[in-house]
């Protein structure tokens, strides 16, 4: 079995965003990706200033704060 590497991994990773609901998906849960974004380990931006404006979250930094028993079926 080949491990991916974790430089690699950030280079791919680091470009993409994710939704507020994908992220929290990745990570445990809504209150988990709130706390990893008021602590600042998730960079995560509201481009517009409007209610139901869309989040963009750091890819690789969800990833890196994944919880594996929240990650399970499909994830499309």
Do not use: H
């Amino acid at each position: 079995m080949t491990m991916v590497n974790e430089d690699v991994l950030k280079i791919v990773f680091n470009n993409i965003t994710f939704g507020q609901r994908k992220a929290a998906s990745i990570v445990g849960g809504r209150p988990r990706l709130m706390r990893l974004i008021e602590k600042g380990l998730i960079r995560a931006e509201k481009k517009s200033n409007t209610q139901s404006g869309k989040w963009y979250c750091n890819g690789w930094d969800c990833i890196k704060y994944a919880s594996c028993k929240y990650i399970v079926g499909d994830a499309s």
